[in-house]
């Protein structure tokens, strides 16, 4: 297994460790400062951590090494994956609600998450970006069976392959089982004030 240094967090809101936990996950390249600003556009009252990816990549970082856009290699995203749950599981012991929310490569990454243990979290959002298909996690019939999940894709979005974005809608809306709302947004590969309002 792949050692990372100890996460990076940005946090918003308040300290008690009991309120609910929301956490931000960016997208490749990007850092936990420039997500953490969503929280602006969240419902007080939650407590809101912005995750620093752990894998350097050019002026930012990543989730997991990948084998092409929204196709994480599985070694990798296991990792990191692992990783995460050293920070989460202190921070957010079972019982405290968490919801995972994920842009692009973090979307990958939230999928990621919930698809290997569907019972740790609340809920989750994949915006704009595509669940980790064929990268170890399973994506069987029901997985996600009664999770509330926000997925937001952009009608012209050029940055996830057009196929992934389908297959993560229709699984999501479909077989998963998750209780599944869904927003089509007409812009490109980025969030909006529509879609953070969905969320």
Known sequence: MTTFADPVVAWRGPSDPDAPLVVLLHGRGSNETDTIALADHLPDGLAYAAVRAPIAEGGGYAWFANRGIGRPIADSLA??????????????????????????????FAGGLVLDDPHRCAGAAILFGTLPFDAGVPTTAGRLAGLPVLVAHGDTDTVIPRDLLERTWTYLHGDAGSTTTGVRDPGGHGLSLDVAAQL
């Open 79 to 108: 990792d990191t994956m692992g990783w995460f749950r050293t920070w989460l599981d202190p921070v957010a012991p079972l019982g405290r609600p968490v919801v995972l929310v994920g842009f692009s490569g973090g979307a990958a």
